[in-house]
């Protein structure tokens, strides 16, 4: 489950001695100039997602700095690089702490979340890779098979190299990692998401997919009709599957249910809505939720949204939706 969490660890000096690599909780700051440490091992993106690729990043990142008792470190940016570079930014499979809590389950020491803004952007390869080595005095440097940093992405992987010999680290670039003959990429799981193909998503991120949020009220038609629903207020950036119904994993609590989840404008009845819903009537649960937070995994696309021509229509549909649900979960 990648719920938020609300408390952010900083320690103003991590040394090297002393440190249990690999058992002290994972750390996660939100600037590179917040950290202080020797011997990282590190690596660098975005990582938006935590998907099967970046995993094979972060294993051979985490396997070889804890054979050498050295923290192994993720450097990554918020918000997207593409918000400053070109002025879109794409919705986020994982937010900032959903990423992080990922990384900690793969055994990440330490995560940076540092702000990407034009100062960043501006920085040559040279400039920023001593920066980073100031303060996490770099060892090792690991990066996907097409990694490049800096302005005008002038740190390319032979680049890198050359700045590693003159800052005493160096540079093991990974191949990429092939699903069904693709590349797997953050683009194509959002364009999966996109299409309501969150079966195909899941196969790459290595995991359902995930939406968290807090439970708000709605017009309670829901209850109405036999068939409460708990509204979740998704934050705007994430990612969410196209309209349709889903069976899902719902968690609340510390508790899994099941779940039938109905993403959309509710056609059957109004034509003034245009920013979708999300909507999950949980199965064997009655409780009020309002104002506290659940997850929902995204496990099988069961229909596209519909109109139906009255109430008793809608409520046969769900009723096959929950059974067909009860049996994919």
């Known amino acids: 489950m990648a719920a938020e969490k609300g408390v ?5 000096f991590w040394p090297l001695s002393g440190l249990e690599i ?16 020797t011997g990282s091992w590190l690596t660098i993106g975005v990582f938006d997602g935590v998907h099967l690729g970046h995993q094979e990043i972060i294993r051979r990142l985490t396997a070889g700095a804890h054979a050498n008792g050295a923290p192994a470190v993720v450097l990554t940016f918020f918000p997207h690089p593409a918000l400053v570079l070109s002025g879109t930014e794409p919705k986020w499979l994982t937010t900032p702490d959903e990423r992080a809590e990922v990384l900690a389950g793969l055994g990440v020491d330490v995560v940076i979340t540092h702000p990407f803004d034009k100062s960043i952007a501006a ?3 040279a400039e920023f890779m001593a920066r980073v080595n100031q303060h996490l005095g770099l060892h090792k440097l690991l ?14 992987i032979a680049r890198l190299s050359e700045i590693g010999q003159e800052l005493g680290y ?5 191949a990429a990692t092939l699903h ?12 999966q998401l996109t299409e309501g193909r969150v079966r195909e998503a899941a196969a790459r991120l290595g995991r359902d997919y995930a939406l968290s949020g807090t439970v708000v009220r709605g017009d309670g038609r829901g209850r109405t009709i036999g068939i409460p629903t708990a509204n979740i207020a998704v934050p705007v950036e994430k990612a969410v599957p196209t309209n349709g119904v889903y069976a899902c994993h719902a968690y609340h609590g510390g508790k899994a249910y099941k779940a039938v989840v109905n993403i959309g404008v509710r056609p059957t009845f109004t034509t003034a ?4 819903h999300v909507e999950a009537h949980l199965l064997d649960f009655d409780a009020d939720i309002y104002g506290q937070t659940a997850t929902l995994e995204f ?15 809608l409520v046969t549909q769900i009723k096959t939706d929950i059974a067909k649900a009860n049996e994919i979960l």
């Open 8 to 12: 952010l660890l900083l320690i103003p």
């Open 143 to 156: 990066v996907g098979y097409d990694f490049a940093l800096g302005r005008n992405r002038a740190g390319n």
């Open 22 to 37: 690999g058992k002290k909780p994972m750390q996660h700051y939100r600037s590179l100039e917040a950290v202080s440490l």
């Open 123 to 125: 920085l040559g390869p």
């Open 180 to 191: 069904d003959g693709q590349i797997i990429s953050s683009t194509l799981i959002r364009q």
């Open 170 to 174: 160096t540079v093991d670039p990974l």
């Open 299 to 313: 496990v099988e696309h069961l229909r596209s949204e519909q109109k139906f021509p009255g109430i008793q229509a």
């Open 273 to 276: 809505e245009v920013v979708p």
